[in-house]
């Protein structure tokens, strides 16, 4: 292998592939990013078997050849580069990197010892746009679950629903859907939330199309040079649209800001249980009061001004709500529910697109 | 206790005195900041036993007393309340701390409970500019140790030599010296480098005179409405001027962005090797440059354009390099040593005032 790159590309795909190789597993060669040569291009590609990503690059190449390095070191050592041409040459498994004041050479392995992501073959291929599907992303991510013990909780469920594409996920504690587009392609994929993670970090600001492919095991996402490959998860996904309340007996409407404030100040006293908060509403002053108390430490009551529909109560997690409102784009918010033991919902009054659903606290 | 103040005074005194107090110790008070009326003003303290700061702010007071209150609660929700008058008010030992739309009450425990450090009576007394302090800190805290075994090196030498007052700190393989101004009061302090870390923080961009006050056991920076007091560290400070080079056999002057450059991307290959780095001089090529080899991964040569008065080489640690470059300001450096095990010195060709010196690691 023998070729030119600019370092500004070549340091844009390592940075978009590196972290996703990791030096925790067993396979020692994971926590290397697989350089080669294909198509008059060349493709930085890492994996952790879960999750591939794959970024090509535009070079000048001189002798086809592939290998696999040190992916840390390698993003390290190129970001710190000038800007300019790098001189890439292959010796065997040493890779010569070359550049008007530095020289070096890694140690790398062959590239035929990583592993390659299966091929996603008659799968079915759709359309959506980055940032809209960024924006969807940003407000769902939050309420997947990051405990294993339950697979499916843990996956962001993207999905078709009467002709809409939906995207929605659930720790069983809170709920976020939110509705991204009209779509005719039927779809129903369970993709894993860290997975989404990284596809959020590398549509950054790029507002373009991506492509979607997927089969019954795999989905590729294709962002201009850039293709993140992931499992997706087996089973079932809960029925969650029966749990969401559709009408409200107790309900107020009020600034967003307010109720993130308030929230704020009373989780400092709701430390030492586990953040514990009751919200109450009264129709007849217009306030919503949120109460907290830490038995050693002392007591909270902040209140804002709301419209309220009719006086209740209700016990929940403020670190839910602080999640939930910062989800929730808008300045004014709309906070219902039917009872102590009922799920509350948090949404904004001018976007039916997006709910934001909490289960309560036994109080 | 029975007062107003405004939430932006008691917020930033919070914040100056709050870091200070601590959890971790066995006495639970320390936890504690020290609320209480003096002088037709509200003082705020907290001290750890070592490093005591106190603040004071402006308040409309209509009964005295005094309260300990948890700091870092007390701290974070005053920072949360909308700016404004603040109502605070002692029933026995609970807080009650009001707004307009926030009720709170903290428990608190008795003044008298809380640990007062010693007065100082019949110090010195002399004055510095809070950012000449700053500067001269910022270039030498990072030499002192963080080694309890050794804790004279723990400190900061505050000194006059020959009429002058100095600053140096060293961990004995690389020393800071700085040289502030002239003055004519003798002085002698060793003072802890985490005391004027906390006392860094406070000066931040206030530009006025520090008023120095010292005995044999302790120290107070008085700096506008803030006092901090502070032990003093027990011990002879090595006679650290005779290890001082005053001539050079070898010497580099270049870029300090260059240097920092071709240090940063060695030190990525150093990582094995303790951040050994192995520095060449060659005059007829008028290049400084830096080798560093690891086993496993590879190797790196970089360099970059220097004047150079002969050919030599010296190891270090590319960590103490890196530390010593940020120190120095301006944008040219002078590298000098007298061969692989002696002290090598950088300094700013332009400005004597300050200089640094690392021992070299053997090769």
Same mark, same amino acid.
């Given at each position: 292998m023998k070729l030119q790159v600019t370092q500004e590309n070549l340091s844009k795909a390592l940075s978009s592939?590196?972290?996703?190789?990791?030096?925790?597993?067993?396979l020692p060669v994971l926590a290397n990013v697989l350089i080669k040569t294909a198509d008059n291009r060349l493709s930085i590609s890492a994996t952790n078997l879960d999750i591939a990503i794959t970024h090509h690059i535009g070079s000048k190449i001189s002798e086809e050849g592939g290998v696999t390095i040190p992916a840390r070191l390698t993003q390290d050592f190129v970001s710190s580069l000038p800007s300019g041409v790098i001189d890439l040459f292959l010796e065997e498994t040493k890779l010569h990197i070359t550049t008007e004041k530095y020289e070096s050479t890694i140690n790398g392995t062959v590239a035929d010892e990583f592993p390659v992501m299966p091929a996603i073959a008659d799968g079915k291929t759709w359309e959506v746009n980055s940032q809209l599907l960024k924006n969807a992303l940003q407000q769902t991510l939050i309420a997947a679950?990051?405990?294993?013990?339950?697979?499916?909780? /843990?996956?962001?469920?993207?999905?078709?629903?009467?002709?809409?594409l939906?995207?929605?996920?659930?720790?069983?504690?809170?709920?976020?859907?939110?509705?991204? /587009?009209?779509?005719?392609?039927?779809v129903e994929l369970l993709v894993p939330a860290v997975a989404m993670q990284e596809l959020l970090r590398?549509?950054?600001?790029?507002? /373009?199309?991506?492509?979607?492919?997927?089969?019954?095991?795999?989905?590729?996402?294709?962002?201009?040079?850039?293709?993140?490959?992931?499992?997706?998860?087996d089973g079932k996904y809960p029925d969650y649209r029966k749990l969401i309340p559709k009408a409200f007996e107790f309900q107020a409407t009020l600034s967003k800001h307010d109720f993130v404030n308030i929230t704020k100040v009373s989780s400092l006293f709701a430390r030492e249980s586990a953040g514990s908060v009751t919200i109450n509403l009264n129709k007849d002053d217009g306030v919503m009061s949120i109460r907290s108390v830490a038995s050693q430490l002392g007591e909270n009551t902040a209140s804002a001004t709301a419209e309220i529909t009719a006086d209740g109560s209700i016990t929940l997690n403020s670190r839910y709500i602080i999640d939930a409102l910062n989800c929730v784009q808008g300045q004014t918010v709309v906070f219902g529910f039917?009872?102590?033991?009922?799920?509350?919902?948090?949404?904004?009054?001018?976007?039916?697109?997006?709910?934001?659903?909490?289960m309560p606290l036994k109080s």
């Open positions: 592939v590196a972290r996703v190789a990791t030096s925790r597993g067993t679950s990051s405990d294993e013990a339950r697979p499916v909780l /843990t996956g962001i469920y993207i999905h078709t629903h009467n002709q809409k939906y995207i929605a996920a659930t720790d069983s504690y809170r709920l976020a859907e939110k509705m991204l /587009t009209t779509q005719k392609t039927d590398l549509i950054g600001d790029t507002d /373009t199309n991506i492509l979607v492919t997927h089969d019954e095991q795999q989905v590729q996402f294709k962002l201009n040079d850039t293709e993140l490959v992931t499992r997706l998860i039917n009872g102590k033991l009922e799920p509350c919902v948090i949404s904004d009054p001018n976007n039916k697109d997006y709910l934001h659903v909490i």
